[in-house]
């Protein structure tokens, strides 16, 4: 964290706290020009994110402050209170004073707060002509001017006021994270062209309630940064020492970190903090003016560490099916893309649009935002978990019939791509070992059982396979052993070689027919998490259908990967984007699969970042690297190619959040807004032929997705 002086800090943060002092539309932090002043709001979506001063069509007078309320007491628009309409969702707003307080419901009467909560969303519905009305569903009451010019919340709808907003300045602007960028980002060729852009193919946005509770934080809040990404301790505890999970992927079963997120983020967000939020909304969209595209979201749940969150937090009922949580993230995601739709102006306008089609994806992209494509990354898909019975009996939880149905559930509400299997084996097969102590104890307290071994052939990999076995976990005295060793029940497994193991559980009966409804779907499937050995099994599955069905990894293979299984999945038109480094690892791994690639299909490189995921994030520069200096400038330069000659520069200043300024050279990827950062690393690595790759990754994903479907 780069220290800063206590005045330094109070001027960052007034510049992200002040706005409205003019008669222009109230900017975002970004140093972007100022567009025209709006002069009248002609629908309710039109007040998002402008400062207001709200009329009594019936008393025509204007809403001023009066003692600890409001009244329609001022006599023009000048003389009334200025009002910034932060949006809360698509028609529901905070209506935010210039003293930083809040228009509140109270029961039958309105108030000022600066607490956060539902009494200060109100809902807004009318038009310039009929005029608005303003509802607060938690006071069940609209909002209602007396002749006197008091106000109050009356029941019945017939009795609401009508109110107008006219245009003003010297708002308070609402507390947001900006994302330090001048110029416009760019739009497409036309809806059906091939597109310009990079893809991240697995992240885990919707990851809120993730592990039982275990991630703290959010990608937005109806109530604002300070409610999304404010303070853990809820969670966490004071000082995190109850982040168990967190903490127990660390190794340190007993550290400690700084509670307070916004406004200073002391200890996090941070690259390798797992369990704090990484993808705020703001955060995301600054990636999106770098040219992100087309992003994966993977609804993901691990029903064992949310269980032991759950206990820790004393939430035993806490439902931890993998498949439920899985069908509430992807409503959250449609949420998440209404809110940002708000922020923009109305349905359809935000820059994030989640897509069920390539052709889809192309639109959106041609149109200069992001595609959002839904996958799944759970241990039970279809809630075929495996269970192992005393005497070793496997027992499966489900049957062909409910792989049918499941299958069906998660293809309407939207999802297209698929993780078979993840961290622990379940009825189709096993996983891919890449842990040796602590997802081996998951693996026996999910089914009952450890991995069976076997020695991991000797080959030449793209990701190696396999671990190296513990036997018992840390030294026997050290706190990760207490942790770990009541879950034991005094259970021990038991490996002899010293040689990096591989699990000896392969495909199923059950696992072949999944994969196969799998085809008949047209989802795409990925094999990473899968078994060294059941990747080639599933290879062949693939290159039995006619054409070949495609396969992806989308982060690193997991269970290992070798140069003759990534040949065979390029070959078969599938594709390969690394788990994302930093920009000299991205260019290593660009040079490393160069001499594979299949010149039938478009060669490029895009990355999975799994941020949000349990996954660490790249680790800075290093000292020898030629660092990256800030401000720098996207898209200009003898770096970019041909395709870029009608794109508009975009200059990225170092991203500060709050009080907190980051910079890619010292702490690497502490959150997603540094993905802009990471593409000037691939250019400084890498040049123009590393940023062709990256920028034909979201075409190449696209047309992977085709070749999928068209069949």
Known sequence: MRPWSLAVSALLLGVVLVGCGSSERPQDGDG???????????????????????????????????????????????????????PTALGKYMVYDQSRAFLTGNGSAVSSSTALGEAI??????????????????????????????????????NAGKFGFEWVENCSEFPEIATNTQGETFKGNGEDQPVLGFADVHVHISATDFLGGAHYGYPYSRFGVEDAVGSCQAKHGPNGRLDLVGNLYAGTPEATHDNIGWPSFIDWPAAHSLTHEAMY???????????????VNNLVENEVLCRLAATTQLQPLKNCNEMDSAVSQADFMHRMQDYIDAQEGGPGKGWYRIVTTPQEAR?????????????????????????????????????ETDIDEQ???????????????????????????????????GNFADTGKFWGTYDCPEDDYLYGAGAIMSTVPGLGNDPLTALLLPILNGAVPLYSSSKLQCNSRSMTNLGEYAFKKMMEKKMIIEVDHLELKMKNQLLDLAEAQTPV??????????????????????????????????GRQHVEMLNRLKPIKSDKYLFALGYGADTNGMGSQANPRGSEAVPVSYPFTLFQGSDWGPQFAKVAPVTFDEQVSGERAFDINAEGMAHYGLVADFVEEVRIEGGREALDALYNSAEGYLQMWERTLNR
């Open 32 to 86: 972007v020009s100022p567009t025209p002043a709006l002069p009248t709001a002609k629908t309710r979506y039109d007040l998002a994110n402008g400062c207001w001063a709200l009329q009594s069509r019936a008393t025509q007078g204007w809403c001023a402050r009066s003692g600890s309320g409001y009244a329609m007491s001022a006599a023009t628009a000048k003389a009334a209170e200025p009002f910034f309409l932060k």
């Open 121 to 158: 969303d109100w809902t807004i519905d009318g038009d310039l002509d009929q005029g608005y009305t303003l509802y607060s569903a938690s006071e069940a009451g609209y909002l209602s001017a007396a002749a006197d010019g008091s106000l109050s919340l009356v029941a019945n709808a017939a």
């Open 281 to 295: 909304y703001k955060w995301v969209e600054r990636a999106w003016k770098a040219g992100l595209r087309l992003m």
């Open 363 to 399: 639109k959106v992209i041609n149109d200069g935002k992001m595609a959002v494509v839904l996958g799944i990354e759970i241990s039970h898909l279809f809630n075929c978990n495996v269970r192992y019975l005393a005497n070793l009996t496997e027992v499966s939880g489900c049957t």
């Open 407 to 441: 299958m069906d559930r998660l293809y309407d509400l939207g999802v297209r791509q698929m993780f078979p299997i993840h961290e622990f084996d379940n009825a189709f097969g096993g996983n891919g070992i890449f842990n040796g102590l602590i997802l081996n104890i």
């Open 549 to 582: 069905y495609p396969l992806v990894s989308t982060h690193g293979g997991h269970g290992g990967i070798s140069m003759t299984q990534a040949q065979r999945i390029l070959a078969g038109g599938g594709l390969i984007y690394p788990y994302k480094g930093n």
